[in-house]
T-cell receptor
Framework: NAGVTQTPKFQVLKTGQSMTLQCAQD?????MSWYRQDPGMGLRLIHY???????DQGEVPNGYNVSRSTTEDFPLRLLSAAPSQTSVYFC???????????????FGQGTRLTVV | GESVGLHLPTLSVQEGDNSIINCAYS??????FIWYKQESGKGPQFIID?????DKRQGQRVTVLLNKTVKHLSLQIAATQPGDSAVYFC??????????FGKGTLLTVNP
């Protein structure tokens, strides 16, 4: 049981480049989400998914796309990287919070992205 | 919009003392509240949660208190150890599972 796996761990992009951050979980969780973490800002929700084929926007969705073709995978795509997207990105997964005793979200180890 | 905030950005305690980390929230419709611990270079790790129909929940060395009247949440860590040094985040969520995180409190445990 690997939990939540994010790749890559580090990435440097030039402005205007595109890339995909990968996230996979093997816990059969319905919910998956992407956050970015900036100094002094805490974690901010980018996009989330409540199940395969269903995605929705979070607090800071601009410049990012997601898809959820399978329960296990939830990739985050940067369409045209900008310096403002320099951040640490975390993927998380969980069961439905309506399941009693299951509000815990499991986080990946993060992807540190620098856009120059 | 709704947000979760923290009263203190940093907290320094002596090893063996009890630690209390506070959090204020503003969304009275939130169903549950969670505390996460984040060590340097790692992702957040679940500590404990509490539902809105409870006012106290205990785990191993940790207790979460919820005061819905004043919209206040606290995390108490008993007999704080050097391994407890980390950033602690509170988060609130509802049925749509859009977690809102606070900015975090840095806990430093001095030996």
């Amino acid at each position: 049981n690997a939990g939540v796996t994010q790749t890559p761990k580090f990435q440097v992009l030039k402005t205007g480049q595109s890339m995909t951050l990968q996230c996979a979980q093997d816990m059969n969780h319905e919910y998956m989400s992407w956050y970015r973490q900036d100094p002094g800002m805490g974690l901010r929700l980018i996009h989330y998914s409540v199940g395969a084929g269903i995605t929705d926007q979070g607090e800071v969705p601009n410049g990012y796309n997601v898809s959820r073709s399978t329960t296990e995978d939830f990739p985050l795509r940067l369409l045209s990287a900008a310096p403002s997207q320099t951040s640490v990105y975390f993927c998380a997964s969980s069961y439905s919070p309506n399941r009693v005793g299951n509000t815990e979200a499991f986080f990946g180890q993060g992807t540190r992205l620098t856009v120059v | 919009g709704e947000s979760v905030g923290l009263h203190l950005p940093t907290l320094s305690v002596q090893e063996g003392d009890n630690s209390i980390i506070n959090c204020a929230y503003s969304n009275s419709a939130s169903d549950y509240f969670i505390w996460y611990k984040q060590e340097s270079g790692k992702g957040p790790q679940f500590i404990i949660d509490i539902r809105s129909n409870m006012d106290k929940r205990q785990g191993q060395r940790v207790t979460v208190l919820l005061n819905k009247t004043v919209k206040h949440l606290s995390l108490q860590i008993a007999a704080t150890q050097p391994g407890d040094s980390a950033v602690y985040f509170c988060a609130e969520g509802g049925s749509n599972y859009k977690l809102t995180f606070g900015k975090g409190t840095l806990l430093t445990v001095n030996p």
